[in-house]
């Protein structure tokens, strides 16, 4: 069993910037990846980014992000807090969403509970 908590949500008007964490109950060394995703109202769950832990050996780092992010978005890890990060830059309105965190460990995805990040003046 994984248990995630998510931090880092809040209003914020367009262009400014939020860092989200997201710290895991157990080591995030042996996990395959991790990654946010975010729904937005009367949207569906969506990509956001993604990055290979160290148990996607041929991986390890590699990262993916939704098109719509590309270069505002980051994703990044703290191996040893058990905390993944994504520092938003630049944010816009459509950005506005419920963010969760997910993690893939053994084969099975676990999700956090949800941090709203609003974007609006």
């Known amino acids: 069993q994984v248990q995630l908590v998510e931090s880092g949500g809040d209003l914020v008007q367009p262009g400014g910037s939020l860092r989200l964490s997201c710290t895991a109950s157990r080591s995030i060394f042996s996990f395959y990846a991790m990654g946010w995703y975010r729904q937005g109202p009367g949207k569906q769950r969506e990509l956001v980014a993604t990055?290979?832990?160290?148990?996607?050996?041929?991986?390890?780092?590699?990262?993916k992000y939704a098109d719509s992010v590309k270069g505002r978005f980051t994703i990044s890890t703290d191996n040893f807090k058990n905390t993944v990060y994504l520092q938003m830059n630049s944010l816009k309105p459509a950005d506005t969403a419920v963010y969760y965190c997910?993690?893939?460990?053994?084969?099975?995805?676990?999700w956090g509970q949800g941090t709203q990040v609003t974007v609006s003046s």
């Open positions: 990055i290979s832990m160290v148990a996607s050996i041929s991986s390890e780092g590699k990262t």
């Open positions: 997910n993690a893939n460990y053994l084969g099975h995805d676990y």
